[in-house]
């Protein structure tokens, strides 16, 4: 079955950086849109960017825009998000995401799977 493990989450300073990584498997990676989504407390789960494996064109939000990147390693069926430049309202809990083929790519409900998430906090 589809499994996606995320880490690399942690606790920074604003203007730090940190790198996520998505471990894929279950499926043919380069077949399936990935993801990655955020939720702080009390708000709704947004799509930070997000990448087409098969050809890697990539999509992000304007709130990250710049200062994140969506990148992927098909040998290692592997998802990554650096992001640098890190600020206090990036603080959430950061999930990867897969779907075959969404109708908007930054929609949580067009992605059928799902992983537990990686918390990032980011203090001023």
């Known amino acids: 079955q589809v499994q996606l493990v995320e880490s690399g989450g942690g606790s920074v300073q604003a203007g730090g950086s940190l790198r996520l990584s998505c471990a894929a498997s279950?499926?043919?990676?380069?077949?399936?849109?990935m993801a990655w989504f955020r939720q702080a407390p009390g708000k709704e789960r947004e799509g930070v960017a997000a990448?087409?494996?098969?050809?890697?064109?990539?999509y992000y939000a304007d709130t990250v825009k710049g200062r994140f990147t969506i990148s992927q390693d098909n040998a290692k069926n592997t998802l990554y998000l650096q992001m640098n430049s890190l600020k206090p309202e990036d603080t959430a809990m950061y999930y990867c995401?897969?779907?075959?083929?969404?109708?908007?790519?930054?929609?949580?409900?067009?992605?059928?799977?799902w992983g537990q998430g990686t918390q990032v906090t980011v203090s001023s």
């Open positions: 995401a897969a779907t075959p083929r969404p109708r908007w790519v930054l929609r949580a409900n067009d992605y059928n799977y």
């Open positions: 279950g499926y043919t990676f380069s077949n399936y849109y």
């Open positions: 990448s087409i494996t098969r050809d890697g064109r990539t």
